[in-house]
Nanobody, 123 residues
Framework: QVQLVESGGGLVQAGGSLRLSCVASGRTFSTYAMAWFRQAPGKEREFVAAISASGGNKYYADSVKGRFTISRDNAKNTVYLQMNSLKPEDTAVFYC????????????????WGQGTQVTVSS
């Protein structure tokens, strides 16, 4: 069992920045692939970014490439999502998720999820 706790969400104006954090329980965090997904009201959950266990491979949705950066600190059991140049369409609940094998962009491939953190971008 892995527990995930996200933080860092909030209200920001368009063009602003936020950094989300997700702390994971467990002694083998360095072996997990991690990802961020988001879900806007009335929409399906969508992939945002993923990172391999070592941090050597990173994947991004086209909609966030060049604006968002995923990173991890295995010593702190934490994965981050730095979000710059935020747009109103980025407004959503952001979730982090764990996969015990390779990173994936498919939500159903992830076994454990956090409770989510709200990001609201005003125009």
């Amino acid at each position: 069992q892995v527990q995930l706790v996200e933080s860092g969400g909030g209200l920001v104006q368009a063009g602003g920045s936020l950094r989300l954090s997700c702390v994971a329980s467990g002694r083998t965090f360095s072996t997990y692939a991690m990802a961020w997904f988001r879900q806007a009201p009335g929409k399906e959950r969508e992939f945002v970014a993923a990172i391999s266990a070592s941090g050597g491979n990173k994947y991004y949705a086209d909609s966030v490439k060049g604006r968002f950066t995923i990173s991890r600190d295995n010593a702190k059991n934490t994965v981050y999502l730095q979000m710059n140049s935020l747009k109103p369409e980025d407004t959503a609940v952001f979730y982090c998720a764990v996969r015990f094998i390779a990173a994936s962009i498919v939500p159903s491939d992830y076994k454990f999820w956090g409770q989510g953190t709200q990001v609201t971008v005003s125009s």
